[in-house]
Nanobody, 116 residues
Framework: QVQLVESGGGLVQAGGSLRLSCVASGRISDINAMGWYRQAPGKRREVVAQITTDGNAMYADSVKGRINISIDNAKKMVRLEMNSLKPEDTAVYYC??????????WGQGTQVTVSS
């Protein structure tokens, strides 16, 4: 099993920035990719960004140019730097990890609220 613990959510004004972090522990050998999904009220959970342990990243079209994902393999940590935030970015953000992009493991989620 792999455990994921997120941190860094909160309230920010539109145009502001936030950084989310997620640390993995347990059977780290079971994962080679980590990422972030989000779920807004009444909407389906959607991918935000994902990155492999060798640094290959992908982003949802809605966040390209505003969000950067990075991975620290030594610390087993994935970070999400979010800039130019919009009210529509408001959601619960979930850290995920797996082999490839399989999202086998999930964190508890952290709330991000962007006020207009």
């Amino acid at each position: 099993q792999v455990q994921l613990v997120e941190s860094g959510g909160g309230l920010v004004q539109a145009g502001g920035s936030l950084r989310l972090s997620c640390v993995a522990s347990g059977r780290i050998s079971d994962i080679n990719a980590m990422g972030w999904y989000r779920q807004a009220p009444g909407k389906r959970r959607e991918v935000v960004a994902q990155i492999t342990t060798d640094g290959n990243a992908m982003y949802a079209d809605s966040v390209k140019g505003r969000i950067n994902i990075s991975i620290d393999n030594a610390k087993k940590m994935v970070r999400l730097e979010m800039n130019s935030l919009k009210p529509e970015d408001t959601a619960v953000y979930y850290c995920e990890a797996g082999w490839g992009y399989t999202s086998d493991y999930w964190g508890q989620g952290t709330q991000v609220t962007v006020s207009s």
